[in-house]
């Protein structure tokens, strides 16, 4: 049984439910826990990267997944890199949501301009692996 497990900061839509299990055949979906979900949403953005909190974070997934097991991942650069780099060394799928944006401006009467940003589901994409590229052809 394929599970998803969910480190983003968002709940999961319908429409990302759907195609998790149609596509992906995920059967469930696991969100992190209270304390593991404050580590993940409120990284400090001062000094070095925070990492005896997302030892345990990391250990928390090497127990709740198995190979093949799909980790949505979407946040902060350091964060992303780090569970990104642990599901390819331990054989978990790591993916991550595209977005269409739609945009709209309104004039106020005030002269003032409201801006709405829209963003729909288009599909979850597996990150790419740095170690598959050759950037410097020869």
């Known amino acids: 049984m394929r599970k998803m497990v969910l480190l983003v900061s968002h709940p999961l839509l319908a ?3 759907q195609e998790a299990q149609r596509v992906w055949q995920v059967k469930s979906f696991v969100a992190l826990p209270e304390q593991l979900q404050n580590v993940w949403s409120q990284i400090t953005p001062e000094g070095s990267f925070p990492m ?3 030892r345990s974070l990391l250990n928390w997934l090497e127990k709740e997944t198995e190979p093949q097991d799909l980790v949505w991942v979407q946040g902060e ?5 780090l569970v990104v780099s642990w599901c390819f060394q331990y054989e978990r799928i790591p993916v991550y949501a595209t977005t269409r944006r739609e945009h709209q401006s309104t004039m106020l009467p005030d002269g003032t301009v409201r801006n709405q940003h ?3 589901h288009v599909t979850f994409r597996v990150y790419p692996r740095g170690d598959e590229i050759e950037f410097f052809p020869t």
Do not use: R, S, V
């Open 15 to 17: 429409e990302q439910k």
């Open 52 to 54: 005896d909190p997302f």
């Open 77 to 81: 650069p350091g964060a992303l890199f």
């Open 118 to 120: 829209t963003f729909k």
